[in-house]
Nanobody, 119 residues
Framework: VRLVESGGGLVQAGGSLTLSCAAS????????MGWYRQSLTKERELVAT???????NYAVSVEGRFTISRDNAKSMVTLQMNGLKPEDTAVYLC??????????????WGQGIQVTVSS
C-alpha cells in the first residue's frame, strides 16, 4: 500500500492550494482518511479527517478555511486550503486507515509534501 501526495508549493498569505493524496495497492476498504502537518517548531498535529461516509472533522485553527473531501472510487482524499496564513507553513502528511483482506486495519502515511506560505 502506498499513499502519494501532490499539490504542495509556495503561496502568498491569503492564497489557496489544493492537496491531493491517492492510495494504491491491494486494498479492501479505506476507513478514515486525513491530513496532518508538522514543522520545525511544532509536533505533528491533526489538520482534518474524513470518514468513509464523508463526515469531516477539522482542527480549530483551520475550520472555515480548509475543506476536506474524498473520492472513494479513486481512493483519494483532497484538502482545499483557502485563506492561507504563514503559520500554515508545514510538511503536510496524508494518512489512511486501510483494511486488507484477512488483516486488521493499519494506518498508512504518505511521504509528506511541503506547503510554504509567505507573508
Amino acid at each position: 500500500v502506498r499513499l502519494v501526495e501532490s499539490g504542495g508549493g509556495l503561496v502568498q498569505a491569503g492564497g489557496s492550494l489544493t492537496l491531493s493524496c491517492a492510495a494504491s495497492g491491494v486494498i479492501w476498504r479505506i476507513n478514515t482518511m486525513g491530513w496532518y502537518r508538522q514543522s520545525l517548531t511544532k509536533e505533528r498535529e491533526l489538520v482534518a479527517t474524513i470518514t468513509n461516509n464523508g463526515n469531516p472533522n477539522y482542527a480549530v485553527s483551520v475550520e472555515g478555511r480548509f475543506t476536506i473531501s474524498r473520492d472513494n472510487a479513486k481512493s483519494m482524499v483532497t484538502l482545499q486550503m483557502n485563506g492561507l496564513k504563514p503559520e500554515d507553513t508545514a510538511v503536510y502528511l496524508c494518512s489512511a486507515d486501510i483494511v486488507q483482506v484477512g488483516r486488521p486495519y493499519k494506518t498508512y502515511w504518505g511521504q509528506g509534501i511541503q506547503v510554504t506560505v509567505s507573508s
